[in-house]
């Protein structure tokens, strides 16, 4: 018997355990053009939570008493489709379950770039793709730019500030707590604002007293209003994520969006899923800099299946610096 | 003895007929190089509200005691600068007062397009170049985009509609109180919303069943909010003006902000005085579209230097529709 997270209930602001719950599920026998996968590496993301509102978006919402989804790394352990074959290691959208079976157009095999194969889920992964892309496509980041980056030691976050050194920028991070800011250090970081330490307006206006030319959004909240204050003529921000507001009914309150017209501000949304096109691209020159060295994968690892839920619930208390994994 | 219009003390919050001063100026004789004005026609704008503060911007801001700025139209009365001759047409910066005098490098004579010379003040000036690369540049607005236009009855407002009518697009607009929301439709707007009947949400939704490409922002505030609630995918936002927010000191509440993300919506703010390298092409089609009757002239006019200030006031009461302009 396989075993799978399901959505017991829709969460009313911050999710919680009860949420959640591991059930035994029979798998189908595999067909033609189908594998059966066993999963290895599960990613949980913020993203996922809006999944859990029934409300429609860009990805269709979770069912109350359906498994739950999600990016995974697997093995094949029993194949009936051409290229695959036991052993094979893929990337899958059938996470949060140790094992499935899928139809084989909707794995991937991993590309050959000589790394550990959960970095598939993280810096070369969607995380990494969500980084690089946001940066360099949406933002229009470029060398010289004085780059702000929110969460900055979070998954995307922390990939954003190596990506951002490696690119001649220089790069202010915001984190919360001191090691987390240690870590935005490590990365190279040019300087680390402490969120908990008071205003962010106050600390990013000391760490970038010239302003900013980008912004990295992955909070929203008080840390986009810090980013009009402080914007440059023709800043761009490229707006990843606000986790600030995920489980947060109150509306969000800007005292310095009117900024955007003095400072012809550019604010664009973006989801990583629309540079499909691109990821060769990505894999070439992301695969170049993780090689290299340039750029380091951060990971919080939780290890097994019965951890899925507590691993997801960390990401929004600040539980994971880099990419949190689950390992089965 | 000239008479101009000075900045008497700082408004806090909404301006009052306090914070303006009428004195009797005498002016300099007229040097080489320089023009003597006599104002036919003066404009005044809601920019001009951010120039009273004491804060640096894209312009400068007006000093207590000095006398204010806008555009304005006169005629030469003395010239010893070559190409201006007593009775030309001017368009300069010099408003606010009767007379002026002025170096000829500042001063534009008209455009030679047989229009009314007041026009150059509004729909082919600096009002009609912000609805036109506002709509057509900025929110990259084609034929087939659904428009959302909000202070569709104002200056800027009542020229994007007719513009976005001209170049095929379906046009929402919104405006306060019956008599002007009747403008807005003989305008040729598909549909208008009076924001004065109920919240603007959910009057948009009801006009908009299928969500807008477009949004042209006069406003901010809950205009804004409802936008982001009801953008489309890759949606544009143009933001020319937050009026609700130049006199309020209260933060702005967003409920929908998150929505840039999914929808991918790609927020811009402009100054239009970064067209001006346009200018010619804004004439010639602009002028085009005027001078065929495709875009009619929306004009307010008050008469009287004394009147300036309470014209000006009035941008703050809705008592324009279309250019608000004071005639000498």
Redesign the interface.
């Known amino acids: 018997m396989a075993r799978a997270w399901h959505l017991k209930s829709r969460p009313n602001g911050m999710p919680t355990s009860d949420n959640f719950e591991l059930k035994e599920t029979s798998l189908p026998p595999v067909g033609d053009g189908q594998v059966r996968i066993r999963n290895r590496w599960l990613s949980v993301d913020p993203y996922m939570r809006?999944r859990m509102n029934d409300v429609k978006?860009?990805v269709p919402p979770f069912q109350v008493g359906e498994p739950l989804e999600g990016g995974a790394i697997g093995e094949i352990v029993e194949g009936k489709a051409d290229g695959f074959n036991p052993g094979d290691l893929v990337l899958h959208m059938g996470g949060w379950r140790d094992e499935t079976v899928a139809s084989a157009r909707a794995v991937n095999k991993l590309p050959n770039l000589g790394v550990d194969p959960q970095k598939f889920l993280g810096v070369l992964g969607v995380t990494g793709a969500t980084a690089y892309f946001g940066l360099l496509d949406v933002a229009s980041a470029k060398q010289g730019d004085v780059v702000f980056v929110s969460a900055a030691a979070g998954a995307v976050g922390s990939v954003v500030v190596q990506l951002a050194k490696a690119r001649g920028m220089t790069v202010v991070g915001s984190a919360g707590g001191r090691e987390k800011c240690d870590l935005v250090r490590s990365l190279g970081a040019d300087q680390v604002v402490d969120y908990r330490e008071g205003p962010i307006l106050k600390s990013l206006a000391a760490a970038a007293p010239e302003g900013i030319d980008v912004y990295f959004d992955n909070v929203?909240g008080d840390h986009l209003?810090a980013a009009f204050a402080l914007a440059r003529n023709n800043a761009r921000f490229a707006?990843?994520?606000?986790i600030a507001?995920y489980n947060d009914p109150k509306?969000?309150?800007?005292?310095f969006?009117?900024?955007?017209?003095?400072?012809?501000?550019?604010?664009?949304?973006?989801?990583v899923f629309?540079f499909q096109s691109r990821m060769d691209e990505f894999y070439r020159e992301m695969g170049q800099l993780v090689t290299s060295g340039a750029v380091h994968a951060q990971e919080t690892v939780v290890d097994g299946l019965e951890s899925t839920p507590d691993a997801f619930l960390g990401l929004f208390q600040g539980a994971n610096t880099g990419k949190m994994l689950v390992r089965l």
């Open positions: 809006g978006s860009y929203g209003d707006i990843c994520g606000m507001g509306p969000a309150e800007f005292r969006i009117m900024r955007v017209i003095a400072a012809r501000i550019r604010l664009q949304g973006f989801i629309d």
